[in-house]
Every structure is written in C-alpha cells, then in structure tokens.
C-alpha cells in the first residue's frame, strides 16, 4: 500500500473518531474498505472482511453503494507495466511474465474495458501487446490491455496451468485497475488463437466476447472434442477468423477444416452472434481484422452475466463453473483424457467403405459427448423460478445475480422435476466475499442455494 493511500485510509478513520461516529459511520466503513481491497488477496483478508462488515451492519445497500462507487483503486501511469506471477503444474513451477497497458490518461474513478491478449507460438506478451495496440488504434486509451507471455513447452494444449498463466493476470488487472466488468474481451492469435477459443468456451461468465485469430477450438481430448463443447458459447459473441489455406500438409486437416467445423456447429446451435471470416488465399499468416471493423465488434457488444438461458458441459473439476452455476457433487469419475477408452467407438460402414476423417471425428465425438457433465437451465423472471437439468451431476450451488429473481416473492428452484420453494434475502457477507474475490461489481451475488437430486435445498447465507 502506498504511503499517500496509508496516510488517506488513517486520515478517514481519525476523524470519524474524534467526530464520535458509531462503528457502522461511512467515514469508518470507506476506511475499512481501502485497507480490505488495498491487501494482497481480498478473498483470503478474513479479518479485513469481518472488519467490513462490522462497519457495514446487515444492510446490504450500503455495501452495494459502496461497490458501485469503488474508489479504492491505485493510481498508475500510462503506458506499459511489467508485472510476474506464478503457476505450477504438478510439481513444476512457472514464472507467468505478463504486460498491462494502461491509458496514458488513466483515471481510477473511471472502468475501462479490458482486453486480454494471447500470443502465438514463439511470440511473446510483447508482440501481441503491440499487435492489439495497433488494432485498436485511436480508441486504444479508452482500453486497459494484457498480455501474458505462456510459459512452459511451446503449444496450447488446455492444460490447467495455461489457463492459469491468462486468468491470474487477469485477475489482477481487475483487482489493481479499475475495469468495466461488462466490457472484458479475449483475443490471440495462432497458438493464441487456441487459447482464446478455449478461455471464451470454458469460462464463457468472463467474457463480453471473443476473437480468436488462426486458432481452432482446442481442449483436452483432441481432435474428437473440437466441437464437444461449443455448447458452452451460446450466450457469447465470437468473432473466428482464419485463412482458406490454413493447413500444414494439402490434403490433411488442418486449422480451416477444425474452424469450419465449430463455425458449423455454432451456427447449428443457434449462436447469432457468430461471425466466421475466412480469408481466401491466405495461410496461417496474415490473419487480422480489419482494426476499425474489430474497434466496432468490441464496442457493440457487453457481457450477459445472467443469461435467460445457459447450457454448459465440462469434465473436470476445475470447470464446474458455467455462468451461476456451480456443480458440487458428480454422479460419475471425471474424464481421463490421458487414458485411452477400453472400446472404440463403432463407425456403421456399408460394405467396402472405408471410414474417413470425419467419421472418425464424429464417432469418437458422440463417444465424449456421453462422458460430459452437462448443466442446462432456464429463468422464469415471471414465475420467479428457475429450471436446471443435469447429466452427471447429484447436486448444484446457485449462485443468485443481482436482477435474477425478485427476492420481494419465494424464489423457486427445479432440479431435474425435483421443485424447492422458498424466501430468500440478500446477504451482505455474500456480497462482500463475492466481491473480494473477483472485484465483480456487474454481477453482483445476493446469495447462494445448494439443491440436491431430492429436491432439498440449502440457503447458505441467512
């Protein structure tokens, strides 16, 4: 904490007490609040949290007021900063090197939109810095931008550490600068391309939109899940732009074919915010939008952080979360993507057929695509109910988003025809430790349910 903060925070709580304000004054909660969201990790300042929330009492307008008028961000210069945090995969350990730009006028009583960048294969945090400068042209100081260089082996293969290298940079571009929550974009291109495909499809909550460059759907299980997943996207704009020649070897697959499979598919499951550009005669280079084109895709879209509808497929534990819900106890072990399947899918073959690449795409995608955990659920904002369906999953936390439902009536939840009713309010400690964590003020969680199989439910905060 800086000094000119330190001696601000002080300054606010010695006049509270010399003017005697109870512990509940404003004077005293703002200070509470600087020191709390000023610390290291908010989520894990246990202290600083009560603390808060002792000054804030059990009214959770304050507390919202409070969010929406958040001041306790530093001051940077503009420019570019150099920033290192860490990762580790099993008993590896990876120093993640990561870049932010801020605006040369920079503001922390004002968000700015975010865009995260990914490099391609031998690049750096750096060259596609400067590659998003350019694209964004004039309106780049109305942005905060970062870059993360990938560290590890060379090649995006969604391993749990390379989603960390992006999303703990992220996180802390969203704790020290003050960012627009509804305005927060993935781009990269190449390898980048992979990665901004894959952060968009697995944590779609994050995201207003996505721009992956030369890149393709790439997940755990290769090719046969290029597609698996694409579910995931149908509330997010993507923007996929690749080169018609864009394959290693002629005649094999390459990145226009895998492009031109999940631009298929999303277009089959109703996403009418994609648009896929293909740009004739041209290979893996070249690949850009046009920089004013790409300035209005981003300005003409924001994040939808409850959706009316949300479907939402995973298997692993670190992707239990789509949107508002969460899954807490699974029916079946996790897919092993490391182990090969006992059988092989059966491909139907007329006689002296012989199976092509797409078949066998097909058949082993069909073979995933029973292995997956599956979320699909749907709001009533008239019946103040919301219905969720689950395959592979026991049990769901529900995480309730300010606008979600209207806590004035019972809220009702279904899960899988199981029905639970009740009254719910909002909570204050909810709020906070939800803010903490991801300094979220566009989505605000009132609370959170826990519903089982049976229909029993659980209010975790009363």
């Not at 290029?226 to 690749?242: D, F, G, H, K, Q």
Request: proline share 6%.
């Amino acid at each position: 904490m800086s000094v000119t903060v330190t001696a601000w925070v002080w300054l606010l709580v010695g006049r509270a007490l010399l003017a005697g304000a109870p512990q509940g004054g404003q004077d005293v909660l703002e200070a509470r609040w600087h020191v709390l969201m000023m610390q290291p990790d908010p989520a894990a300042a246990a202290d600083q949290i009560a603390s808060v929330l002792r000054a804030c009492g059990p009214d959770p307008a304050r507390l919202k007021r409070l969010i929406a008028n958040d001041s306790a961000y530093r001051r940077y210069p503009g420019g570019w900063l150099g920033r290192k945090t860490s990762v580790t995969d099993g008993d590896t350990r990876y120093d993640v090197q990561f870049m932010v730009r801020v605006p040369a006028r920079y503001d922390p009583a004002r968000a700015y939109p975010l865009l995260l960048a990914a490099h391609g294969q031998g690049g750096s945090a750096r060259s596609i810095g400067y590659m998003m400068e350019r694209l964004l042209g004039p309106a780049v100081e109305d942005y905060v931008i970062c870059a993360p260089t990938m560290p590890g082996p060379t090649g995006y293969n969604a391993r749990a550490y390379q989603e960390q290298a992006y999303l703990r940079p992220l996180r802390w571009t969203r704790q020290h600068l003050n960012i627009d929550d509804e305005r927060i974009f993935v781009a990269g291109y190449s390898m980048g391309g992979h990665g901004a495909w894959h952060l968009a499809t697995m944590f779609p909550h994050l995201f207003a939109a996505a721009v992956p460059m030369a890149g393709v759907p790439a997940f755990e299980g290769g090719i046969a899940t290029t597609t698996a997943y694409l579910e995931n996207l149908s509330n997010l704009p993507v923007w996929a732009i690749w080169g018609q020649l864009d394959r290693r070897v002629p005649g094999t697959m390459g990145n226009v074919d895998f492009c031109r499979m999940a631009a298929a598919r999303l277009r089959q499951l109703g996403n009418r915010n994609f648009k896929g550009t293909e740009w004739p005669g041209k290979g893996h280079s070249g690949c850009w939008p046009a920089p004013a084109e790409f300035r209005r895709f981003l300005a003409a879209h924001k994040r939808r952080a409850a959706p009316v509808k949300v479907t939402y497929c995973f298997h692993c534990d670190r992707h239990r979360q789509g949107y508002y819900l969460r899954a807490l106890e699974l029916a079946r072990p996790a897919v092993d993507f490391s182990c090969r399947p006992r059988r092989r899918p059966r491909i139907r073959l007329r006689p002296g057929q012989r199976p092509t690449t797409q078949m066998v795409i097909d058949a082993w995608r069909k073979y995933y695509a029973r292995l997956l955990f599956r979320m699909r659920a749907e709001l009533d904002p008239a019946g103040n109910t919301l219905s969720i369906n689950t395959a592979g999953i026991r049990s769901v936390r529900v995480y309730l988003v300010e606008g979600m439902f209207d806590l004035h009536r019972a809220v009702r939840l279904r899960l899988n025809g199981r029905q639970w009713q009740g009254r719910v309010t909002s909570s204050a400690e909810c709020i906070l430790r939800h803010y903490a964590a991801t300094r979220d003020a566009a989505a605000i969680v009132l609370n959170e349910i826990d519903i089982d199989a049976t229909g029993k439910a659980t209010v975790r905060y009363r």
